[in-house]
């Protein structure tokens, strides 16, 4: 039996799928109760944010199409390894992300961000069902001024905050140089307090932040770059072939749905509208009953999305973690 708690979680979840309304079916694939439920959390449980955050990413999925990114397309991003999926995971069974700042190797701030947003989707087509965050280890050996952009800063917190919301576990930053402490000082506003606190600081000369990689990870999978056992390295042939691989299963992965059974709509449905005056004010309140009708998905400026088209691109509940 459900306690009162979860009753109001699921009637805060069932008032968002009210607001946003029927969809397409793709985008109705990305609204199940565990996507819901993160966006809630991201919003400290505000139904009307909540709402309004969700909106924004079902618009902007519909319009960059993160899962119809390939390999190809953002392979020479990878060259360096600045950033790939590791072949491990952590104790808890999440997918883990390497960062390599100091190997950047593009100065396009989009090129960047797409291979980001490539990185990220790939790491959710590998978390196992259980599991609803990654991991990200990020290596500075070899890191200088040179390599800081808050540009780029920037639009990743954005794009990642926003539209990946709550699927960060941790972020280890691993034996970041002193000159990256007042870098750290200017970057942190650009991230959720939330956010701020997953990120962890590990130094191989301190055993107290050491004891971080030891109860994560195993030492004899994890790499020898953070004081693990395996001294294989990055190989980007080998890396290239595995992503090859993956991306044969992006189109089966993004067609199977555990969405609620609600009624496709005919007509167009509107996902650029909502009322962010009334959302962005007031205090913090989980309550469904503070969010009207009026509220809803009514806009002068539509971005439409018809059913069956390939604007809004398919995802499963795996998608929102």
């Known amino acids: 039996m459900k306690s009162?708690?979860?009753?109001?979680?699921?009637?805060?979840?069932?008032?968002?799928?009210?607001?946003?309304?029927?969809?397409?079916?793709?985008?109705?694939i990305y609204c199940?109760?565990?996507?819901?439920?993160?966006?809630?959390?991201?919003?400290?449980?505000?139904v009307k944010k909540a709402t309004k955050m969700l909106k924004e990413t079902l618009k902007w999925r519909a319009e960059y199409k993160p899962e119809e990114i390939r390999w190809e397309e953002v392979a020479h991003e990878a060259e360096t390894g600045k950033i790939y999926r590791s072949n491990y995971i952590d104790k808890h069974g999440r997918t883990v992300?390497?960062?390599?700042?100091?190997?950047q190797n593009s100065k396009s701030t989009k090129g960047q961000i797409r291979?980001?947003?490539?990185?990220?989707?790939?790491?959710?087509?590998?978390?196992?069902?259980?599991?609803e965050q990654m991991v990200w280890l990020i290596d500075f050996n070899g890191f200088n001024l040179s390599h800081i952009s808050l540009k780029v800063t920037?639009?990743?917190a954005h794009v990642l905050q926003e539209h990946y919301p709550e699927c960060l576990g941790v972020a280890i930053l691993y034996n970041p140089p002193k000159f990256f402490?007042?870098?750290?000082?200017?970057?942190?506003?650009?991230?959720?307090?939330?956010?701020?606190?997953?990120?962890k600081f590990v130094y191989t000369d301190?055993?107290?932040?050491?004891?971080?990689?030891?109860?994560?990870?195993?030492?004899?999978k994890l790499e020898s770059a953070f004081g693990g056992n395996d001294d294989s390295g990055f190989d980007i042939n080998k890396y290239a072939e595995r992503?090859?691989?993956?991306?044969?299963?992006?189109?089966?992965?993004?067609?199977?749905?555990?969405?609620?059974p609600e009624p496709m709509p005919t007509s167009s449905v509107d996902l650029n509208s909502f009322d962010s005056d009334a959302s962005d004010s007031g205090k913090v309140d989980g309550s469904a009953s503070h969010v009207s009708d009026s509220e809803g998905l009514i806009s002068d400026k539509s971005v439409l999305v018809t059913k069956g088209s390939d604007n809004g691109n398919g995802s499963k509940e795996l998608l929102y973690r």
Do not use: H
């Open 4 to 28: 009162s708690r979860q009753r109001f979680r699921c009637s805060q979840i069932s008032e968002i799928r009210r607001l946003i309304g029927p969809l397409p079916e793709k985008l109705a």
């Open 32 to 46: 199940s109760d565990a996507a819901i439920a993160r966006y809630l959390r991201a919003r400290n449980w505000n």
């Open 97 to 103: 992300l390497v960062m390599r700042p100091s190997c």
């Open 115 to 131: 291979y980001l947003v490539y990185c990220m989707e790939n790491a959710i087509l590998n978390l196992p069902a259980d599991q």
């Open 154 to 156: 920037r639009e990743t």
């Open 181 to 199: 402490e007042p870098f750290w000082t200017v970057a942190k506003p650009f991230l959720e307090p939330k956010t701020q606190n997953k990120v």
């Open 206 to 220: 301190d055993p107290n932040t050491k004891k971080i990689m030891e109860d994560l990870f195993e030492m004899e």
């Open 243 to 260: 992503m090859r691989e993956e991306d044969k299963r992006i189109p089966a992965f993004w067609t199977k749905s555990e969405a609620p």
